[in-house]
């Protein structure tokens, strides 16, 4: 079983439509979590940072996180054809520069928002 | 902008040969990591530098080596060259020790023929 399960999609939307994004993961020592945009041919860039469980919005943007289901949330709302990339979830064991800090990436969903 | 540097952005070489991969990190960034995405495998961790030193190893090929200079910068060093070692590389930068998360650079594509 992989550490981290995403749905590589793709999902494909109409503008304004509310896009939930998901993850599950096995390893119950994850304590951070978070989620990058990678639009083509680009690097990820963080969108979401959450270490609790809970939601935390930011904007059009919200981060659920249940730890005791190990499962973390992002959903989008009103999206728009600038939020189409490749939506990558991320988990790591311990802040800092530790060895545990290597983050922990979900395979990515790629999203297509329409117009 | 992340404000880290990878260079060159596209790599062309022949199965067999050897290429050096160059990250610049943030300005203040003592932290280095290193990823390989392919479209089977995902993102996957190589190997993270801190303030010179190799601090952790994630599935990193023996043919693969990297290291960190007094300036921060960090060289990944890819040899013995396999047709599967075609991905895009990226290197992410952190301050270190209680940072949070990571910023990515553009990536290096890496094509073997």
């Known amino acids: 079983q992989k550490e981290v399960e995403q749905d590589p999609g793709p999902l494909s939307v109409p503008e304004g439509a509310i896009v939930s994004l998901n993850c599950t993961y096995s390893?119950?020592?994850?304590?951070?979590f978070m989620w990058y945009r990678q639009y083509s041919r680009k690097g990820p860039e963080l969108l979401m940072y959450?270490?609790?469980?809970g939601n935390k919005e930011d904007g059009r943007f919200t981060a659920q996180v249940d730890k005791s289901s190990k499962y973390i949330s992002l959903f989008i709302r009103d999206s728009q054809p600038s939020d189409s990339a490749t939506y990558l979830c991320?988990?790591?064991?311990?802040?800092?520069?530790?060895?545990?800090?290597?983050?922990?990436f979900g395979k990515g969903t790629l999203l297509t928002v329409n117009p | 902008d992340s404000g880290v540097t990878q260079t060159p952005k596209h790599l062309i070489t022949a199965t067999g040969q050897r290429v050096t991969l160059r990250c610049s990190p943030r300005?203040?960034?003592?932290?280095v990591y290193w990823y390989q995405q392919s479209l089977d495998q995902g993102l996957q961790f190589l190997i993270q530098?801190?303030?010179?030193?190799?601090?952790a190893k994630g599935n990193i090929l023996e043919r693969f080596s990297a290291q960190q200079f007094p300036d921060l910068h960090s060289e990944l060093n890819l040899s013995s060259l396999e047709l599967g070692d075609s991905a895009l590389y990226f290197c992410a930068s952190n301050p270190g020790q209680g940072s949070d998360t990571q910023y990515f650079g553009p990536g290096t594509r890496l094509t073997v023929l």
């Open positions: 530098y801190y303030n010179g030193e190799e601090r």
């Open positions: 959450t270490y609790s469980s």
């Open positions: 991320a988990m790591t064991i311990s802040r800092g520069g530790g060895s545990n800090y290597k983050l922990t």
């Open positions: 300005s203040g960034d003592l932290s």
């Open positions: 390893n119950s020592a994850f304590q951070y």
